[in-house]
């Protein structure tokens, strides 16, 4: 059909560059929509033929299995989901904008709040999905409300009242999200500039960034650092195939260039095992899994 056509539906379309560890196989179809209307023909096409919907992001949190992807993969990184707009104190931005521009804007912009996301290599809609955070911060303290489309192709606008946010997660799982509205205050640039340099020093020294990975691997658990419990179960650089723990920070896995994904699923089930064993405890992963 002719409409389809147009949409640039791709079929069996690589995936693995599109994450930041550099895994996967191919989306059995894939589209980056143009606008809301190709964004809705996209979710009715996928819903007539039973076809699943996933958002992908910048893929930073992302583990996508080589044997790829059963259904519709849909990326918003077209100008309409990357615009950004001031509006008095606060920013609206489309989902697909990445975080580091969200942040130029509001240094350039003079407005502060942002700053301790520096260095989160993810977009704002994969940031509101997962709460991204750092440093005792996360996304839910900044936002004010979060524009979303559904499955069936209804589109609301919910107060931040309306969400649940909690450690890294959100109650969104449903939604595409589409833009979100963030409260920011009026700063100057220099207290800013200050700020983003010192976020991004303090993670160079804690986060092991050279090689491809996927950021944590699991969610702390109360009160307890999941890289220290995987540490002290002496992992720090165990290697299976071509992935490994990073030696620098237990809780990264890396890839060293050809990593399957079977692989890291291999070492994410030693970590369990082994953290489990010596101190009865169930990490719960954090990164999302795509098979
Ligand atoms: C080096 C490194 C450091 C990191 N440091 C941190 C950190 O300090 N704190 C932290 O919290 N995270 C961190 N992360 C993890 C990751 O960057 C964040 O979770 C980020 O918010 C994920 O955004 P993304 O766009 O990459 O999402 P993706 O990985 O693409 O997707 C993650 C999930 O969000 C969903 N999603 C994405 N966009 C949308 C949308 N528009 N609508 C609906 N669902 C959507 C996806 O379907 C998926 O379920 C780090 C990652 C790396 C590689």
């Known amino acids: ?55 992908l992001g910048a ?73 991204a955070g750092c440093w005792g911060r996360d996304i839910a303290g900044i936002i004010s409300q979060v524009k979303v489309i559904d499955l069936n192709g209804h589109i609301k606008t919910l107060k931040r009242e309306e969400i649940s946010f909690d450690y890294r997660k959100s109650n969104l799982g449903r939604y595409i999200i589409l833009k979100a509205r963030m409260r920011l205050k009026k700063s100057v640039k220099g207290f800013i500039e200050n700020n983003i340099r010192d976020y991004l020093l303090k993670r160079r020294h804690s986060q092991d960034l050279t090689f491809c990975n996927a950021g944590c691997i699991f969610k702390n658990p109360k009160l307890e650092s999941a890289g220290k419990l995987i540490e002290l179960c002496k992992l720090k650089g165990k290697r299976i195939g071509e992935a490994f723990i990073s030696p620098k920070h237990a809780n990264f896995i890396l890839n060293n260039g050809n990593a399957k994904s079977e692989d890291v699923l291999k070492l994410i089930n030693l970590m369990k095992k082994r953290v489990k064993n010596k101190f009865n405890i169930a990490l719960e992963p954090e990164i999302k899994l795509w098979r």
């Not at 209307?37 to 996928?46: P, Q, Y």
């Open 1 to 55: 059909m002719n409409w389809q056509k147009n949409l640039k539906i791709k079929n069996n379309h690589p995936l693995k560059d599109k994450t930041t560890i550099r895994i996967g196989g191919t989306a059995r179809f894939f589209c980056e929509p143009r606008d809301l209307k190709e964004l809705k023909m996209l979710i009715f096409w996928a819903k007539k033929g039973n076809i699943p919907v996933f958002v």
């Open 59 to 131: 893929g930073s949190n992302l583990l996508i299995s080589d044997r790829g992807v059963k259904g519709l993969v849909l990326r918003l990184s077209s100008a309409f989901f990357t615009s950004i707009e001031l509006k008095g104190n606060s920013v609206e931005a489309g989902s697909g904008v990445k975080l580091a521009k969200l942040i130029r804007f509001s240094l350039d912009n003079s407005l502060t709040g942002l700053e301790f996301l520096s260095g989160i290599p993810g977009t704002l809609g994969g940031g509101i999905m997962m709460n």
